[in-house]
């Protein structure tokens, strides 16, 4: 929906929206759980605690998604270090978006900071463990630092995910 809105409108589409309807109290407290329950205290006790990760809302993971965005385009355009701020802005507001770990991860690369590179790749594999865009720039990042080994490691992974990907069979052809 996000990507539908920013082609029509732009990167403004937020302002165009209508406002949001604001919902009385009243009508909020009706779905929570009854003060006292096992389950208030719970979600009282996870709100609360410090520390605990906090479900971004809609209108957070919205702005983590324009900024993810706007990231893209400075790419598109060769500016790595502004897209690696506006990567992080987002990271910020959304810590579980493996691509915007392998997006910052790529100008890394491009900016020859490997070992941050690989430490978003590696962020974005523990998210999804079959990532194929992180094994591969991880791969790339320790073919630069000159470690061999662990470049040859990311690409097997990838190929036992995507045996046909002629890319990471060419950087494998390179570490030969």
Known sequence: MTKALLEKDGLQWRQKLPP???VP???QRRWEPPTGSQEATTRSNENTTAGTKQVPTAATMDRANVLKLEGN???KKGNY???VEKYTESLKLHKLEGATYTNRALCYLNMKQYKEAIQDCSEALKMDPKNVKAFYRRAQAYKELKDYRSSKADINSLLKIE???S???KLLQELK
């Open 20 to 22: 949001i309807p604001s």
């Open 25 to 27: 109290v009243s009508a």
């Open 73 to 75: 385009e400075l790419v």
């Open 81 to 83: 270090k502004k897209a």
């Open 163 to 165: 045996p046909k990907n």
């Open 167 to 169: 890319a990471a069979q």
